[in-house]
């Protein structure tokens, strides 16, 4: 199916009127579905799960990470009854599950949303899962609690036909995280509390950014001149996304997002447009008074909570991976112990809030006992991987294996007390955000000297978001999958051996061009050990600090 054949099938029939055909398909069997319609039941999160043979993969949305301990138990019972007891954490803080046949699928979105959950809008060209900041409303540091906020804009934009057909996937985050930790810079609409000193006193509102994404051309938001008010961001939410419907390009899919539009009109067209649609003018920016911090951190360990004796627990789950029992344990100790609430991250992450102080330790063990941990390694706490090929039709090499195998060996290999980020994706398209870590690794296929071709990766390094935000420069390709772990050992001792004082592994990036970062990954000598493989030359040099 051509790209532009997904115009046509959405013109003819809206992806949110699929339902009723999902019904049917469910009582007729698989191979009574209209292929037009698999496209539309991406509209309820529906995909094929390779090899397209009768299996799906469905995602249900999870707005800014929030959800109660009885969701999260509908969520297990999905991943148990019909999911062959695995579901993933996405990088949108979504859960996403495999295995479901077409008779499934009625049945388990019915008890997903009899829950309070939706799968509706979790895929498809329309408003994906709003994202936030897992810890709204409990964090001592937050600027502003956008829970409310976040709901608010889930509501109009979830089954709301005049913005049901985008020209392409759509991406909103709202957030009043002191540390940035919802990805503001990545996403198409990024919605960013701070603070403002105005005639003397502090203002609290939020800054915009448009234009963002990652996939195989990486785009940085654009910031507008602007400072709204927490009553006003559904009105820019609403206008922000009616550009993109009418003015965002369809003739080519991939090059369909709204970053390029943005990247085409510039910040001060946009806002020009949006202001003349809102029909009221926003305030300029001024300065900002709340700088950026950490960025890329996801909340992890045990911390004190703004309300008095609370504590929230962020644990780490690898590649997002768990089972339909870590899940129903997960509930019970949410309801046990967290007033009924838990939370995902983008990061692929939990974290269990509102734990009294009295039953701290009882609660750190129920959660030792559910095989989930918050005292691990910082390789593991900066893991992130896409889905693989395990499951997925347009990734080339497997994932989420790997990704622990590479932890496991750096954990096993070397002592590290300082944030990584190791992000791993099966293929161009970013849904694992390579772009933007530490080291990036992006599949891709090799050929040995024998002939056989091998599952490789293509190693980046430098990535990183906040002020001094950059995307990875690609270093060595095809680098196969069974030696990526000695290139990273490599390229990490080379950094704790010459980096200058108080540098981190961005700027000893950022120092060092393409051939010194080749030489430093050790490839020639891991050739050296193996005949049947030559690695490629290195990426065209690049002067030190060059993104």
Not at 84 to 112: C, K, M, S, V
Not at 258 to 275: H, N, P, S
Not at 341 to 349: E, V
Not at 378 to 407: D, M, P, Q, W, Y
Request: proline fraction near 5%; glycine fraction near 8%; hydrophobic fraction near 35%.
């Amino acid at each position: 199916m051509s790209k532009a054949d997904v115009e046509a099938i959405k013109k003819s029939k809206d992806g949110l009127d699929v339902w009723p055909d999902v019904l049917r398909y469910a009582e007729q069997g698989f191979s009574s579905i209209d292929p037009e319609d698999f496209v539309r039941m991406r509209w309820y999160g529906i995909y094929q799960q390779q090899p397209n043979e009768g299996h799906f993969m469905m995602r249900v949305r999870i707005p800014s990470g929030n959800m109660s301990a009885t969701q999260l138990r509908a969520v297990a019972d999905v991943a148990k009854g019909r999911g062959r007891n695995i579901a993933d954490i996405t990088t949108r803080q979504n859960f996403q599950f495999h295995w479901l046949t077409i008779g499934d699928l009625p049945a388990a979105i019915t008890h997903l949303n009899e829950a309070g959950l939706s799968t509706a809008g979790a895929c498809g060209d329309i408003t994906r899962n709003v994202c936030g900041c897992p810890v709204a409303g409990i964090d001592p540091e937050e600027i502003y609690d956008t829970r409310e906020i976040v709901e608010q804009v889930t509501k109009y934009f979830v089954g709301n036909k005049e913005f049901s057909d985008l020209p392409r996937k759509y991406k909103i985050s709202i957030s009043g995280c002191a540390i940035h930790c919802n990805q503001p810079e990545i996403n198409d609409l990024g919605i960013q509390a701070v603070r403002r000193l105005v005639n003397g006193a502090w203002e609290i509102g939020f800054q915009v950014r448009v234009g963002g994404g990652l996939s195989t051309q990486p785009h940085f938001a654009q910031q507008l001149d602007v400072f709204i008010k927490p009553e006003q961001v559904l009105d820019v939410c609403r206008v922000v996304t009616e550009i993109f419907r009418d003015d965002g390009y369809r003739a080519r899919r991939n090059h369909a997002r709204l970053k390029f539009l943005v990247a085409d009109w510039g910040a001060e067209k946009f806002l020009q447009v949006m202001t003349e649609r809102l029909g009221w003018k926003p305030e300029p920016a001024l300065a900002w008074a709340e700088p950026v911090g950490r960025v890329q951190q996801d909340h992890l360990g045990v911390h004190k909570q703004k309300q008095d004796g609370k504590y929230w627990i962020g644990v780490s789950v690898i590649t997002g991976r768990v089972t339909g029992d870590q899940l129903a344990a997960a509930a019970d100790i949410s309801d046990k112990f967290c007033s009924g609430n838990i939370r995902t991250t983008n990061q692929q992450n939990f974290l269990f809030p509102n734990v009294d102080e009295a039953h701290l330790s009882e609660a750190k063990q129920a959660i030792l006992d559910a095989g989930m941990h918050w005292e691990v390694s910082e390789f593991h706490k900066g893991a992130v991987s896409c889905t693989g090929n395990e499951f997925c039709n347009l990734a080339i090499t497997e994932t989420k294996a790997r990704l622990r195998e590479i932890v496991s060996y750096l954990e096993s290999e070397m002592l590290w007390d300082e944030p990584i980020r190791i992000h791993l994706n099966g293929c161009p398209n970013s849904c694992g955000q390579h772009h933007i870590g530490d080291i990036g690794l992006q599949g891709c296929l090799a050929r040995l000297n024998t002939g056989e071709q091998v599952e490789a990766y293509d190693v980046c390094l430098g990535g990183r978001l906040g002020a001094d935000a950059k995307f990875v420069r690609p270093i060595s390709r095809k680098v196969p999958a069974d030696k990526v772990k000695f290139a990273l050992e490599n390229i990490l001792r080379a950094y704790r051996a010459n980096r200058v004082e108080g540098e981190t592994f961005g700027r000893f990036v950022d120092n060092h061009t393409n051939d010194e970062l080749a030489e430093f990954l050790g490839l020639h000598l891991l050739a050296q050990d193996d005949p049947t493989w030559t690695p490629p030359p290195p990426r065209a040099h690049a002067p030190a600090g060059a993104d």
